[in-house]
């Protein structure tokens, strides 16, 4: 099988699950599977949306964008300074699991919007946790560390 060339040649074992479409359509899942649930407790259909949303957000930004290096010690350190978003593709920009997780919240922020029928508030309330994990994940914010916190 042919690689693309825009992906690495040199393999993170911490990241190359990602680029399986597999991958994205467990994620998909899971998110889909949590919305059953909180709706299931008895949440309306806005609330439930937006408390996935914002757990999707909260996790996302915890897992992609805080937490730094790699579990697997034979990478000599090679990936310590880096956030699993950052390690992504090699730092390759543009490629089909960064736009993946990138629309993935933007579609998950209109999917919480249309199920509040268009309620400014509802709309409000989701647009802050969809720009902090879109921001995140932009090329300009590679490796930046606001105000040296996380550094």
Not at 111 to 117: E, K, R
Request: net charge positive; aromatic share 18%; with cysteine.
């Amino acid at each position: 099988m042919k690689k693309s060339p825009s992906l690495p040649t040199i393999l993170n074992r911490n990241v190359t699950f990602i680029d399986n479409p597999i991958s994205w359509v467990f994620y998909t899942l899971i998110v889909v599977f949590f919305r059953i649930v909180v709706s299931g407790i008895g949440f309306s259909g806005p609330a439930a949306w937006t408390i996935v949303n914002y757990a999707h957000g909260i996790c996302t930004f915890i897992f992609l964008h805080w937490i730094k290096g790699s579990p697997f010690v034979d990478d000599h350190g090679q990936y310590s300074q880096l956030t699993f978003w950052e390690q992504i593709d090699d730092c390759i920009q543009y490629t089909k699991a960064r736009k993946f997780f990138t629309l993935f919240p933007i579609v998950l922020f209109f999917l919480t919007v249309d199920s509040a029928g268009w309620e400014l508030a509802w709309g409000w309330i989701n647009l802050i946790i969809t720009v902090i994990v879109v921001l995140a994940k932009l090329p300009i914010m590679h490796k930046v560390r606001i105000f040296g916190i996380n550094a």
